[in-house]
């Protein structure tokens, strides 16, 4: 499996859900959503603003017409953004920064947007760390709701929390002693609430032992695209544990 090294947190997640999924990631044209541009210009804005305010710029307009065409062609090293999304970038920063929570452990990461290398089990790895700094590391997630329940939902079903511990090691094993992980999270629309998550250490565990069980299989995987890493097995559905039994039913 070398061909596919080094291994990032986005591509060992894909391979958790099926063998099919880590090589269509691997090998599909990437298309990025309007949700990702704006995760990503809200990065760079609140991570980088001297990096944003170079390579952003804002388009008086509708995208189209000959005007359009000659700023586009103006300005193709950059990324273009409408006056709608300049806005909302920066009231998403504003709210941001108008976290008193969110600035405190921020001003404690003065490493942003950082690529970090490491291995594991002879195994190379990288990612791109958004912050990290005075024993603690940080992501920041733009999404669509910041209640506990949701942020909670969140981190389970996309793995987060395994995210957080491949990263803590990276780092560890770069020479940072990082013993806190957080999750600055911001709502994509208005009003953008800000909440801000700390991820136990039990957690923690968690990610890094699920990490190294997808690891492994990994190591053992044939190459070839499978629908799910359990062969070609017919799935029994029943009903679940909580649906009522019929009247007159016995279990």
């Known amino acids: 499996m070398k061909q596919f090294y080094p291994l990032s947190f986005s591509s060992l997640s894909r391979f958790a859900e099926s063998p099919l999924s880590f090589l269509h990631y691997k090998t599909a044209d990437f298309e990025q959503t309007p949700a990702m541009k704006l995760g990503t210009l809200v990065h760079r804005k609140v991570l980088e603003p001297a990096e944003y305010a170079q390579t952003?710029?804002?388009?008086?307009?509708?995208?189209s017409g000959p005007q359009w065409r000659e700023f586009a062609a103006e300005n193709v090293s950059r990324d273009i953004v409408t006056t709608t999304e300049h806005n909302k970038i920066e009231a998403i920063a504003d709210s941001i920064a108008g976290s008193l929570l969110a600035c405190d452990i921020l001003d404690q990461c003065p490493h942003r947007e950082r690529e970090v290398k490491w291995t594991r089990d002879g195994v190379p790895h990288r990612g791109f760390v958004d912050a990290f700094g005075s024993?603690?590391?940080?992501?920041?997630?733009?999404?669509?709701?910041v209640s506990?329940?949701?942020?909670?939902?969140?981190?389970?079903?996309?793995?987060y929390y395994m995210q957080a511990a491949m990263y803590m090691d990276g780092l560890n094993q770069n020479?940072?002693?990082?013993?806190?992980a957080y999750i600055i999270a911001v709502q994509s629309a208005a009003p953008h609430h800000v909440r801000v998550c700390h991820l136990p250490s039990h957690y923690l565990v968690r990610g890094h032992d699920e990490w190294g069980q997808?690891?492994?299989?990994?190591?053992?995987?044939?190459?070839?695209?499978?629908?799910?890493?359990?062969g070609d097995e017919i799935t029994t559905i029943d009903a679940p544990a909580w649906a009522p039994i019929p009247a007159g039913m016995t279990t």
């Open 135 to 145: 024993g603690c590391v940080v992501d920041l997630k733009v999404t669509v709701n």
């Open 175 to 180: 020479g940072h002693d990082v013993k806190h």
């Open 214 to 230: 997808h690891l492994e299989r990994f190591k053992d995987w044939d190459g070839k695209g499978h629908h799910s890493h359990d």
């Open 148 to 159: 506990a329940k949701d942020i909670q939902r969140m981190v389970y079903d996309r793995r």
């Open 56 to 63: 952003v710029v804002v388009f008086e307009g509708r995208r």
